[in-house]
C-alpha cells in the first residue's frame, strides 16, 4: 500500500523568503509518481510539479522545485520567493507506476505568507 | 491547459433524496476519470475510477450502489449520490487524465454538497 505523510499542518513564510514543505512517502512499487497540488480557498486542485521516480534530476517549475532524495523517500516541495497569492493548501500526492493514474494523497500544509 | 468542469458546484438536498454531479472534460477526450471526495479540512480520498463504456471501479469502502458512476461519453462521467444522508456531506471533485498524459490530472473545482 502506498502513503504519503506530510507533518506540517501549517507553515507560515514572509513575502519574497523561500519555503520548504515537506512530503515523505511509503511504497513498495519500483515505479511511481511525486506530484505536487495547490488548493486555494475556492477549492480547485492546482498541478504544480511532478517527479518521476526514475528521474535523475530533480523536477523545477518556475518558482517551485521537487527536492526528490529517493533514499530518504522524501519529495519536499520548495517554493522560492514567495507570493501573497500562494497561500493555499498544498499537498503532495503519489501514483503508482509513472503516469498520473490513482492518486494517494497527503493530509496536506497550510501555508500562510505574510507581508 | 486542459480544462475540466463540474456541476453543479454547489448542492443542498433534503434526507433521502439523490443528487447528480457531472463532470465534463472540455478541450480532450478522457477515456479515464477519477472521483474524489474531501471532507472539511481534510484530504482528498479516491473513492472510484470511471472508465468510459464499462463498470467503474470502486476503493475499499466505498458503496458502489450509493454511488453510482456513469462514464457514457469521453467528456462526461456523472457521480450519483443515491438517497444522500447528513453523512454524505462532503466536497466531491472529479479530475480527468489526458489520454497519453504522461504526468498530470486535470482537477475539476468541485461540488459542495449539503444533506439536510
Known amino acids: 500500500a502506498q502513503k504519503i505523510t506530510q507533518t506540517q499542518p501549517g507553515m507560515f513564510v514572509q513575502e519574497k523568503e523561500a519555503v520548504t514543505l515537506d512530503c515523505t512517502y511509503d511504497?513498495?512499487?519500483?515505479?511511481?509518481?511525486l506530484f505536487w497540488y495547490k488548493q486555494p480557498s475556492s477549492g480547485e486542485m492546482i498541478f504544480l510539479i511532478y517527479q518521476g521516480s526514475y528521474d535523475q534530476q530533480n523536477a523545477t517549475e518556475g518558482r517551485y522545485s521537487l527536492n526528490f532524495q529517493k533514499a530518504r523517500k522524501s519529495a519536499n516541495l520548495v517554493i522560492s520567493a514567495s507570493q501573497l497569492g500562494d497561500s493555499a493548501m498544498y499537498f503532495c500526492a503519489m501514483s503508482r507506476g509513472g503516469t498520473a493514474s490513482k492518486l494517494t494523497f497527503g493530509t496536506g500544509t497550510r501555508l500562510q505568507v505574510t507581508l | 491547459g486542459a480544462v475540466v468542469s463540474q456541476h453543479p458546484s454547489w448542492v443542498i438536498c433534503k434526507s433521502g433524496t439523490s443528487v447528480k454531479i457531472e463532470c465534463r472534460s472540455l478541450d480532450f477526450q478522457a477515456t479515464t476519470m477519477f472521483w474524489y471526495r474531501q471532507f472539511p479540512k481534510q484530504s482528498l480520498m479516491l473513492m472510484a475510477t470511471s472508465n468510459e463504456g464499462s463498470k467503474a471501479t470502486y476503493e475499499q469502502g466505498v458503496e458502489k450502489d450509493k454511488f453510482l458512476i456513469n462514464h457514457a461519453s469521453l467528456t462526461l462521467s456523472t457521480l450519483t449520490v443515491t438517497s444522500a444522508h447528513p453523512e454524505d456531506s462532503s466536497f466531491y471533485i472529479c479530475?480527468?487524465?489526458?489520454?497519453?498524459?504522461?504526468?498530470?490530472?486535470?482537477f475539476g473545482p468541485g461540488t459542495r454538497l449539503t444533506v439536510l
Open positions: 511504497t513498495s512499487d519500483p515505479s511511481y509518481g
Open positions: 479530475s480527468a487524465r489526458l489520454p497519453y498524459s504522461y504526468n498530470e490530472q486535470f
